[in-house]
């Protein structure tokens, strides 16, 4: 209709054209002809239309378009090709010019905005989360969404409801997501733990030790960090108490199970009561003797470290006392037990003692040493009774037949006398100093008298450095005083001292013919 109301408008401008050039209304001389009137000139066209706003990322929003001001109207969405729906769909959020353009090729546009709802929106998710028992699916999820309304809820790729409460849980990890009115989502993960996680539970226990080869040990355990424990040693069952008795030693697993079935395991060992003991033995020890295969030994055996000890000899009966007699030389085992059982053998040995009931004696005659010889002229003979077989030692040296030790200086020894069978009794024995000989002592009395005179053989500066005051000088110029008081008699003493008389000189002569030594 449209079209045909176009075309006689064309035909109708062409008449009038027509008309008035034959009527001399034109140019004469065949000028140009007046411009065509604009059809659009006169023409408003507006375009009007209602918008729906996409959801989040989603292209589902659409324009539907009114054109107004003309007729015949197609639309055109930005660039795209005119259609002659006024429905714009599938549209993503965004801006887009809608035009209307009428029969005439007149047109008009309009700029309209898809917006996305959700962009403004900062939906939140929280839950509150129950975690799920051991090997359970009883945990739960109550999730709550905030910044929007009309709220349904999905877990994982499940259905949406209206509740955010999910429960029949087991350990996990999940998905909640929550849609507004508008279809917003928001998706948020959780996660359903293991309820036991979060708990620290320890076990604790008092142990009794078994006596040896005991079944008489316990375990008396004590779970903290939870409720409702119950117990279980090794592999048996669940009990509400944790105290096992009955134990022998070995090491046990006790596993403590709260309300929710959390387990704990913990390891504990029952010791023998005696590891913790150290028990010592000592005696004291009677030798047999002195005959050969003599019974009259004894062992008196003492324990320490625990109480209630009896003692055992070797494999005989255990007895209260720990003294056992009647023992012939050999090595004893003694066993001592205490109140609990515990055991601790120490060896001993008797001892063969050939001395046994011997009463020995050693006894010693001294000579003194002379002062003035270069080495100890003293001598010690040792007596010893007793017994038989007697060998001899002087301080720490060699035992050895003879009874007599010469060439001693002044000095107490330490003597021993040992028999045939190994008995020895020891003492001591002291070597003085010898007392000066006569011919000695006459000589000293004639050189004081004649001869350690002042300016002589006396005071700080003698004759010829001889000091005849002091005994060992004496000794040691024998020679010289023979020289010169007997053999050239004017030397000593010099003149005008008088001469020594024979009676002097055989003094000398007889001190030397002795030996001239201080005990001459």
């Known amino acids: ?99 209307a353009k009428d029969a005439d090729g007149c047109t008009g546009s309009n700029t309209f905005t898809v917006t996305d709802p959700c962009a403004a929106k900062n939906i939140t998710v929280t839950a509150t989360i129950v975690n799920a028992g051991v090997g359970l699916s009883n945990g739960s999820i109550t999730a709550t969404a905030t910044n929007s309304t009309g709220f349904t809820y999905q877990l994982n790729t499940g259905a949406f409801q209206a509740s955010g409460a999910f429960t029949g849980l087991a350990v996990g990890t999940y998905n909640i997501t929550a849609k507004d009115v508008d279809g917003c989502l928001k998706t948020q993960s959780f996660t359903v733990n293991d309820i036991c996680a979060a708990k620290t539970i320890t076990i604790t226990a008092t142990i009794v030790n078994a006596g040896t ?31 096992f008795t009955g134990l022998a030693v070995g090491s046990y697993n006790v596993t403590a199970k709260d309300l929710d079935g959390c387990l704990k395991t913990q390891s504990f060992t029952v010791n023998d009561i005696c590891t913790a003991k150290t028990i010592t033995v000592t ?26 000890f009896t003692y055992q000899l070797n494999t005989g009966a255990f007895q209260a006392s720990g003294t056992f007699n009647s023992l012939a030389a050999a090595t004893y085992n003694v066993t001592a037990k205490d109140v609990d059982g515990c055991l601790k053998t120490q060896s001993f040995i008797v001892t063969a003692d050939p001395c046994l009931g011997k009463t020995l004696t050693i006894s010693a005659v001294t ?33 050895q037949a003879s009874n007599i030790f010469t060439g001693l200086a002044v000095n107490t020894y330490n003597i021993a006398a040992k028999d045939a069978d190994g008995c020895i009794k020891t003492g001591t024995a002291s070597v003085a100093a010898a007392a000066a000989g ?28 001889l000091d005849f005051t002091v005994d060992c000088t004496i000794v040691n110029s024998w020679d010289r005083i023979k020289a010169r008081a007997v053999d050239a008699p004017t030397s000593m003493p010099p003149a005008p001292n008088p001469q020594l008389s024979a009676t002097d000189k055989q003094k000398i002569l007889n001190w030397i013919a002795a030996g001239h030594g201080f005990t001459n």
Do not use: E, R, W
């Open 367 to 399: 000579t003194g040493s002379d002062k003035c010889a270069p080495t100890g002229t003293g001598t010690i003979t040792i007596t010893a009774g007793g017994g038989s077989g007697f060998t001899y030692q002087l301080n720490t040296g060699t035992f």
């Open 1 to 99: 209709m449209n079209s045909f109301k176009k075309i006689t408008s064309i035909l109708a401008f062409f008449l009038l054209t027509s008309l008035l050039i034959i009527n001399g209304c034109g140019d004469k001389g065949g000028g140009t002809p007046p411009p065509a009137p604009n059809p659009c000139a006169s023409k408003t066209i507006t375009v009007t239309g209602t918008v729906v706003n996409t959801t989040t990322g989603v292209s589902n929003g659409s324009i539907t378009v009114t054109g107004a001001g003309s007729t015949g109207f197609t639309y055109q969405l930005n660039t795209g090709a005119f259609q002659a729906g006024a429905s714009f769909t599938g549209l993503a959020a965004g801006t887009y010019t809608v035009t």
């Open 283 to 308: 005696a004291t020890i009677t030798s047999a003797g002195p005959a050969a295969g003599a019974t009259n030994g004894s062992i008196a055996a003492t324990a320490s470290g625990s109480t209630g």
């Open 438 to 465: 006569t011919n000695f002592t006459a000589v000293k009395a004639v050189l004081q008298t004649n001869c350690a005179l002042s300016g002589c053989h006396s005071g700080s500066s003698p004759t010829g450095g």
């Open 213 to 243: 080869g005991l079944s008489n040990g316990s375990i008396a355990a004590t779970a903290s960090g939870s409720t409702g424990f119950t117990y279980q040693l090794n592999s048996g069952a669940f009990q509400a108490s944790g105290t």
